[in-house]
């Protein structure tokens, strides 16, 4: 599950603030927030993207159950 919760705007470019709910294989899951910035090119389509999150969060959500 992802869920935009804030999106901040300029030209060529946006910074996404989101939820994120994974489920792995064998029913392990986390939950997180994430940063994704998208940089576009003069035809509008994605040139970059970049995501942040706490990854050792997430690994050690998914290893506890």
Do not use: C, K, N, T
Not at 15 to 39: E, T
Request: proline share 3%; aromatic share 8%; hydrophobic share 50%.
């Amino acid at each position: 599950q992802f869920e935009v919760r804030r999106v901040h705007e300029s030209p060529g470019e946006a910074l996404v603030l989101a939820d994120v709910s994974i489920r792995a294989p064998g029913g392990a899951g986390a939950r997180y927030d994430a940063a994704i910035h998208y940089l576009l090119d003069d035809a509008g389509d994605i040139a970059s993207l970049r995501a942040f999150w706490d990854l050792q969060d997430v690994m050690s959500q998914l290893a506890s159950v």
